[in-house]
């Protein structure tokens, strides 16, 4: 009985070691585990893949007759619940700031704020060295010098008129870069794989900015195509929002409280950010992708805006033929309370609850777990806007996409606004419904949230 016990064992461990030796000379792949599952991001939920109606499910109250409802799929994605509020935008301008900051020690000569490596010197310039984040920037530094570069950039002196030192908005600038893929896709700029070059007469119309005299200048440039960075397209934006627009786009109210504290007061922290262009919620969502990054072993697909399609798809919360994100055809539930943050009746903007803006997530979520899809903020996408669109783009993840240059006419500048905000009528709080706003312009109702691409089925 033990010799034959003895024997299974053997056998066993023996199909076990043949087993686990992938044979030799053959196709095996590289042993990457396919069983990788990717961590849920911080204030983010799964939207899983599916089909639905993409368009206006209403007659058009602007008499479009080009809004043509089409059936598409979408794949997987990450969304944010909410949207981005006052508190969590202020982290980024923070960032910018503390790395103005840095840069501007470093510049004057202070290494102890450059990074420094194990075993070897930090050859870089001044202006391209790593930083060290692990110092604390000494904002009230007894040096003369080091204080004096600190006020310099960040503050200016108001205090001939009874104020407080305030941070300088001017001052706080992002660069941040993107591929003009659409250059890329050009018959004219196909890349030659038997060669390996592009060809002779390529080249790629881009985007640069920089600052001359204190402000900032964009400008289109045409660059020769010979490698992927002359793809490369820069913006540097301003990124502290907005806040004169409360009372430039409400003139004869009374905004003034609005345009002081909307942003910085603590009152206002789980408030949803407002006043921002387009163009600074994409710098956003670069530098959320590279804050992400730097913090994880494995990064993951880049933050974004979602497209018009994801946007539509997750405010209909599963429902393909959803008029509102909560499913029903009416703005109020059984027991009469309005479901949203909007214009509810003529000029009785308060009968919702709030005035302007509101708490983000003061209303019950769809059935996907995503608050204030409709009302409270219009809420910016990726998509260009064009009455046509639906007519044009492909059925499977379909996006109507063009990266405006800094030359284009305003007209190519118009993105996709979805969702309604708190001085709409309850029109635009359905979920096919669209608008556009240019790229440039800031409102004190139109946010953002983000989206990232989901990595697995």
Known sequence: MGVKNNLTVILLATTLLVGCNK???????????????????WGMVLIKRGSFMMGANDQSAIGEINDKPVNVSVDAFW????????DKYKQFVVWVRDSIALRSLVMAGKDEYRMKFKNQTDDASPEFARLNWHIKIPWGSKDEETQSILDSLFYQDNNALGFKKQINPGKLRYKYEWI??????????????????????????????????????????ERKLRTRKDLIS?????????????????QYSYNDPKMRMYFSHP?????????????????????????????????????RLPTEAEWEYAARGGRR?????????????AKGCFLANFKPMRGSYTEDGGATTMKVASFPPNDFGLF????????WTSSAYYDSSNTLVSDMNPNFQYNAKNSDPDVLKRKVVKGGSWKDIAYYLQCGVRTYEYQ????????FRCVRSYNGE
């Not at 044979?23 to 991001?41: A, I, T, Y």
């Not at 969304?79 to 006052?86: F, G, R, Y």
């Open 23 to 41: 044979p030799v000379g053959e196709l095996v792949g590289l042993g990457m585990k396919d069983s990788f599952v990717e961590s849920q991001p």
């Open 79 to 86: 969304m944010d619940e909410t949207e981005i509020t006052n």
């Open 180 to 221: 003009n893929y659409d250059q890329a896709a050009l018959p004219s700029n196909k890349y030659d794989v038997n060669t390996g070059a592009y060809p002779a007469g390529a080249v790629a119309r881009v985007d640069t900015s920089y600052v001359q005299n204190g402000v900032i200048v964009n400008k289109t440039i």
């Open 234 to 250: 820069t913006r540097i934006v301003n990124v502290y929002p907005d806040t004169i627009m409360w009372l430039r786009d409400f």
């Open 267 to 303: 009152g206002f922290a789980n408030y949803p950010v407002v006043g921002v262009t387009w163009e600074q919620a994409q710098a956003f969502c670069q530098w959320r992708t590279q804050l992400y990054n730097n913090s994880h072993t494995v990064g993951g697909q880049d933050y």
């Open 321 to 333: 033929m959803a008029l509102y994100p909560w499913g029903g055809n009416y703005v109020r539930d």
């Open 372 to 379: 204030d899809m409709a009302g409270n903020v219009a809420e």
């Open 440 to 447: 440039y312009e800031s409102r004190p109702y139109i946010g």
